[in-house]
């Protein structure tokens, strides 16, 4: 891959751009606006600066890294990609129009890759005529610190696409696994389900959330507890994760729980809005 297109300017965007950026090979972002696009450029700038105080990386290394990126606010800009990672709104009816609009504007050979982490990838690759040139690449929250890619396979994918998945990944210093294209893949699949218990036990009056966070780190050794990664993950993804395992799975115990769909109908969408379950 020489160059790669990132489509989304939020959390995870300019994380896989930085990480496609600090792996050498050209990234262009694209924004819905030249001024977000902009912010995107000067966040993953600041996230490199912050990497070479703490001697992570090489004041060279920064820079050599920034040389690779530059933003647009035109899909047209991408047209010479040869594989594009889509990062927008989990949301699949904005990702079917997406795909049919880059289907129509980068080169025969691109392929086209969603990072969504639960939406079914074959919907995705039926809104274009290159079904066999469109998988999931999957990178998870914080991209730039989780080793792991989830490389997803619709029916649809040719070998040739998923192996040219996997070179990228590991081009990234990724490790990167293979999944059927099915709700949840490997991780959400069986994450969640654990999640929306642990919501169950808050609103069975069980314990607290800081004791069930401090059980599970002590008790597990999770890195962190359940509201915790919640938060981290963002109550609206979260929720949307629910609603496609459950339409998927059909289980009462994938039904997004009270408290969850409470706090994100105020607003209150974890670490991102400041508030979730914990404030920030």
Not at 223 to 228: H, N, S, V
Not at 231 to 251: C, K, M, P, Q
Request: charged residues 20%.
């Amino acid at each position: 891959m020489k160059l790669v297109g990132v489509i989304g300017s939020g959390i995870m965007g300019s994380g896989i751009a930085e990480v496609v950026a600090k792996s050498g090979i050209d990234v262009v972002i694209r924004s819905r606006s030249q001024e977000t696009a902009d912010a995107t450029k000067t966040a993953i700038e600041n996230s490199l600066k912050k990497q070479v105080a703490k001697s992570k990386i090489t004041q060279d290394q920064q820079e050599a890294a920034m040389a690779h990126i530059c933003v647009t606010s035109k899909l047209e800009d991408l047209a010479n990609c040869d594989l594009i990672i889509e990062s927008v709104a989990e949301d699949l009816a904005t990702k079917k129009e997406l795909f049919t609009a880059l289907d129509k504007v980068v080169k025969p050979t691109c392929i086209l890759s969603t990072n969504t982490s639960t939406l079914p990838v074959i919907e995705m690759a039926k809104s274009t005529n290159r079904p066999d040139k469109v998988c999931g690449i999957h990178f998870f929250n914080p991209a730039v610190l989780m080793p792991l890619v989830e490389v997803i396979r619709p029916v649809t994918a040719s070998d040739e696409t998923i192996a040219q998945a996997n070179d990228f990944v590991k081009a990234c210093a990724k490790d990167a696994v293979q999944v059927v294209d099915r709700a949840g893949f490997i991780v959400n699949a069986l994450l969640f389900p654990y999640l929306n218990n642990a919501i169950a036990m808050l609103e069975a009056g069980t314990a607290t959330m800081e004791d069930i966070d401090v059980a599970m780190k002590g008790g597990c050794n999770f890195p962190m507890g359940p509201f915790a990664l919640l938060d981290l993950v963002g109550l609206d993804t979260s929720v949307a994760i629910l609603n496609a395992l459950h339409s998927e799975f059909e289980s009462a115990n994938l039904e997004p729980r009270p408290t969850l769909k409470q706090l994100v109908s105020q607003g209150k969408l974890g670490r991102k809005t400041k508030q979730g379950f914990y404030s920030y």
